[in-house]
């Protein structure tokens, strides 16, 4: 099968920072710290009891329910968006200032207050694609682009 990949699910929210990135998910279960949580030179989260411990956004779509703790995530995606380690997409449930701050930072697409928990709906590894513009978030399919889950 050729052609443009298909939609396998489309949820629908709020588009919180225009534009459109495609990317492999890393779905948190739990909020991450954006101070001591990240270590913005890898995109990989160190926070010692987060569940998604040793895993990489970078190049990715992060998909979360939120920021916790100090207002470090500005700090940290800035950083992390210096050394191409930054998420090219955020999902996420739950705004708050410190995510905020981030988002301005990072300048990806972002989508909240989706129709569907994006975090039982999603799947570490699914590809993503993100339209902060429209607000959806589409897991795609297809052979080219397929990753193995069904």
Do not use: Y
Request: charged share 15%.
């Amino acid at each position: 099968m050729t052609g443009a990949p298909t939609a396998r699910l489309v949820l629908a929210g709020r588009g919180v920072v225009d534009g459109r990135a495609t990317g492999r998910a890393l779905v948190c279960t739990a909020p991450v710290s954006g101070w001591g949580g990240i270590d913005p030179s890898t995109g990989v989260i160190v926070e010692s009891r987060h569940p998604q411990r040793g895993e990489s956004f970078a190049g990715g779509v992060l998909v979360l329910p939120g920021a916790k703790g100090s207002s470090g995530w500005s700090g940290q995606f800035h950083l992390a968006k210096l050394q191409g380690t930054a998420p090219v997409a955020v999902v996420f449930t739950r705004m708050n200032s410190k995510l905020a701050l981030g988002l301005v930072v990072l300048d990806v697409p972002a989508v909240t207050e989706l129709d569907t928990d994006p975090i039982t709906a999603l799947h570490t590894g699914d590809l993503l694609d993100v339209d902060g513009t429209a607000g959806t978030v589409r897991v795609l399919t297809g052979e080219e682009h397929g990753n193995g889950r069904q």
